[in-house]
């Protein structure tokens, strides 16, 4: 078997016709037997795809010719084949679903008004440099962050993107303003809109990491500022950067260390359970309780 491999991706330019984009990357993904998720939008592009690596080479030359795509950054990750059930491309009003299409601008340059973009190695030269006056955001759904993040970072309370509007306009990190704000997510798209949310409500000084957590996590491994395990939204459910990731998830029923989601047993549920391996085996467990964890609701890569 050929090796397999994960592409993550996004790209914020104008697109005039997103339908035609649509079809497209549909015709050109089927032809190469590769499944995934990438939305469309007038903003841009977003992706997570897996399949055979010369196939995926060849989808990123191709995808790379289409006018205003020739810079997007494709990060590539372990797959193993069975990543994807499926193949679906979609057309969306938000490349991620913060509930407010006309919050951010987008130009052939990007985003407008975002954070400053930061490479990995720029990220630990500002806190050399400032120290403790730096605040981690996190910019993803604050389960995502049970099992990987930022040390000391602030995890806002969010089910899904949108909440993260309401969330800054509450008053409760009015006291960080002035200070220097690194966000961060997956793959880098949802600090592209978060940055610039904080920067239109008054935040002084916002930055986002150039590359997300993979940039970071595959510069830097678990030595510098991130710890744990990175939650992806695809069967793999988490990944590591090294082997001495430190496990910082507990267990849902005993609070034992864990890194490891379960989905619901129950059909109509789509929440996962994070739990250990003793209590993963009793079907009890595996039974919501609660909500609040919905991984549909979920920006699809980061």
Request: charged share 30%; proline share 3%; net charge neutral.
């Amino acid at each position: 078997m050929e090796l397999q491999k994960i592409l993550l991706y996004y790209c914020f330019r104008p697109i005039a016709d997103p339908e035609a984009v649509k079809l497209w990357q549909q015709a050109l993904c089927e032809s190469l037997n590769i499944k995934g998720r990438i939305l469309v939008s007038k903003h841009g592009i977003n992706g997570t795809v897996g399949g055979d690596m010369s196939a995926l080479k060849k989808y990123v030359k191709i995808t790379k010719k289409y006018p205003g795509f020739k810079k997007i950054d494709f990060k590539w990750s372990g797959g193993t084949g069975d990543d994807f059930p499926k193949l679906n491309v979609r057309v969306k009003d938000e490349l991620v679903a913060f509930g407010s299409p006309a919050e951010i601008e987008v130009d052939e340059r990007g985003v407008i008004n975002g954070g400053k973009r930061l490479k990995p190695f720029e990220v630990d030269k500002l806190v050399a440099e400032r120290g403790e006056e730096v605040i981690f955001f996190d910019g993803r759904n604050s389960f995502e962050a049970k099992i990987g993040k930022f040390k000391n970072a602030i995890v806002p309370d969010t089910e899904s993107s949108r909440d993260f509007i309401s969330e800054i306009e509450s008053g409760k990190y009015d006291h960080i303003k002035d200070k220097p704000i690194v966000t961060y997510c997956t793959g880098g798209i949802r600090c592209e809109i978060l940055s610039a949310v904080m920067v239109k409500r008054g935040f002084k000084e916002v930055y986002q990491i150039d590359g997300g957590i993979v940039g970071y996590g595959n510069k830097f491994g678990d030595s510098s500022h991130w710890e744990g395990s990175l939650f992806t939204f695809d069967a793999r459910m988490a990944i590591d950067f090294s082997t001495k990731t430190k496990v910082i998830g507990e267990c849902e029923r005993c609070s034992a260390a864990t890194k490891n989601f379960y989905n619901c047993a129950t059909a109509s549920c789509h929440e996962l359970i994070l739990l250990c391996g003793p209590c993963s085996e009793l079907d009890s467990n595996l039974s919501c309780v609660h909500s609040g964890i919905n991984k549909r609701d979920s920006e699809m890569v980061g």
